[in-house]
C-alpha cells in the first residue's frame, strides 16, 4: 500500500524550507523487494527574515534557554505552514498525507576532539507540526543514531544504499563505485558500490559545502547577496594558490571517517580569519570568493583520493551547489587533478531524483521507516555500533487510522 508522506528539510545554509510530497511503497530488502518512491510535489520556501535571522543568532550562540525554548516552537509553525503551502499549490488536500517527516533546523552539532560527536541538537518541534496540520509527524532523527555511537551524519546514505547503487561496470569502470555528493551549507558524499559486490557503503561529511561560500558572498557584496548567484562573483575572481593550499591544511581534511562537521568548525569565525588572510596577500573580495569556492571543491575532491573504498566512476551531486556553475566546473577540474583521470560528474536529476529535492524526501522516507519500525541509519556511513530505528513520533489526527488502516503491518 502507498504510503503518502511530507519530507521536511532546513539544511546549514538555512536559506528556505525544502517540502517534498511523495508516495512511497514496498519494504527494503530482507523485509521486502525493495522500496519505491514517486514524488509528485517539491517546492523551497524561504524562511521568513525574522525567523532566519533568528536562527543564525543561535548558530552563533547568542540567546537564553528561553529564546531557544521559544524558538524551538517558532520554527515548528513555519514548519507546518510550508507544509500545508506547498500541498495547496500542488492541490494536495492535507487529509491524504499520511505521515510527515521533518529534519527540523540544527542549531548545535557537538564534535569531541577525537571526532566523536557526543550530542546534536535540531529544533522545530515535531508536535506543533503534528498539531497544525493534524497529520501524524516524525522528527528528531539524528539523536538516535548518536545515542548508539554514531556520528548522526550523514543520513541521506540511506535514501543512496536503498535507492541509488549502480549498475557492475559503470561507465566502463571495473567495480565502479558511484559517489553521490551533496553540496548544501555542508558538504557530504555516500560512495555506493556496485551491485554485483556484496560490501557496505561509506559516508561522511567531505567539510565546507557552501557555507564559506556565502559568507564570502556576503561580504564581497557589502552584504546585498547571501549566496554567489550562478557563481558569478566567483566568476570575476582569481584562486589565490597559496591560500588555498594553506587551507586545504585543516585538520578536518584529513582526519578519517566516520566523521561529521558543521558551522561549529567552519564557523563566521573561520571565515573571517580566512578573510584577513585574504586581504593581507593583496586579494580582492571576488578573489576571496573564487578561493573559497575552489577550497569546496579540492576538500570534495582530496576526500575522494584519501577515503574512497573503489575506484569512483561517476559523481552525482545534489544540493545547493549543483547550481554554482564555478563550483561544478571547479569540481571537475579537481577531481581529474587528483584522481589523475576525468570522472563522469553530473546532477542528481539524472538518476530519476531531483537535486533539490534529495534531503526533503531522504526525510519522507526516514519517517516512513520509522513508521515500519525499520532502521534508517546505515552503520558503516554513519559509524554507529548498530542499525537503529530513527525518529520520535508526534501523533496527528490521523494517528489511529494510520495503525489501522494505512499501516497494518507496522511494527509500532
Not at 157 to 179: K, M, T, Y
Request: with cysteine; aromatic share 8%.
Amino acid at each position: 500500500m502507498n504510503v503518502r508522506v511530507a519530507g521536511l528539510m532546513s539544511g546549514t545554509s538555512a536559506d528556505g524550507i525544502d517540502v517534498a510530497i511523495a508516495d512511497i511503497a514496498g519494504l527494503p530488502r530482507p523485509h521486502g523487494e525493495g522500496v519505491q518512491i514517486e514524488l509528485f510535489a517539491f517546492a523551497t520556501l524561504p524562511w521568513p527574515e525574522a525567523e532566519r535571522a533568528l536562527i543564525f543568532d543561535l548558530f552563533a550562540g547568542q540567546g537564553t534557554p528561553a529564546d531557544l525554548c521559544r524558538a524551538n516552537f517558532r520554527l515548528a509553525e513555519v514548519f507546518a505552514d510550508a507544509v500545508q503551502r506547498v500541498a495547496a499549490s500542488a492541490g494536495v488536500s492535507l487529509s491524504s498525507i499520511d505521515l510527515i517527516g521533518s529534519h527540523g533546523q540544527t542549531i548545535w552539532h557537538d564534535v569531541a576532539a577525537d571526532g566523536r560527536v557526543t550530542s546534536t541538537l535540531q529544533i522545530g518541534e515535531p508536535a506543533v507540526i503534528a498539531a497544525r496540520t493534524g497529520v501524524t509527524t516524525i522528527g528528531d532523527f539524528r539523536v538516535a543514531d548518536v545515542a548508539v555511537g554514531g556520528q548522526g551524519a550523514p543520513l541521506v546514505s540511506i535514501f543512496d544504499w536503498l535507492l541509488l547503487r549502480p549498475p557492475p561496470r559503470l561507465h566502463g569502470v571495473e567495480g565502479g563505485w558511484r559517489a553521490v555528493q551533496n553540496i548544501g551549507g555542508i558538504g557530504n558524499v555516500t560512495f555506493l558500490p556496485p551491485v554485483d559486490l556484496d560490501v557496505a557503503p561509506l559516508a561522511f561529511d567531505t567539510g565546507p559545502g557552501n557555507v564559506l561560500i556565502d559568507w564570502a558572498a556576503r561580504f564581497a557584496s557589502g552584504g546585498e547577496l547571501t549566496y554567489d548567484q550562478d557563481g558569478a562573483l566567483a566568476s570575476r575572481g582569481r584562486v589565490v594558490e597559496p591560500l588555498l593550499t594553506r587551507w586545504l591544511a585543516h585538520p578536518y581534511f584529513r582526519q578519517p571517517p566516520p566523521k561529521t562537521t558543521g558551522r561549529e568548525l567552519f564557523s563566521v569565525h573561520l571565515a573571517e580569519t580566512m578573510r584577513a588572510e585574504a586581504k593581507a596577500m593583496g586579494a580582492s573580495p571576488a578573489d576571496f570568493v573564487a578561493t573559497v569556492t575552489v577550497l569546496t571543491a579540492a576538500s570534495i575532491a582530496d576526500a575522494y583520493a584519501r577515503f574512497a573504498p573503489g575506484p569512483i566512476a561517476e559523481v552525482v551531486v545534489a544540493g545547493g551547489g549543483v547550481h554554482n556553475p564555478a563550483l561544478m566546473a571547479a569540481l571537475h577540474t579537481q577531481l581529474a587533478a587528483r584522481l589523475g583521470r576525468n570522472v563522469a560528474v553530473g546532477p542528481h536529476d539524472a538518476l530519476g531524483f531531483p537535486a533539490d529535492a534529495k534531503e526533503a524526501l531522504t526525510f519522507a522516507l526516514l519517517a516512513y521507516l520509522c513508521a515500519h519500525g525499520l532502521p534508517g541509519n546505515v552503520p558503516s556511513c554513519t559509524g554507529a555500533k548498530e542499525a537503529a530505528v530513527l525518529g520520535k513520533i508526534a501523533p496527528g489526527k490521523n494517528y489511529r487510522g494510520l495503525l489501522e488502516v494505512r499501516l497494518p503491518a507496522a511494527h509500532f
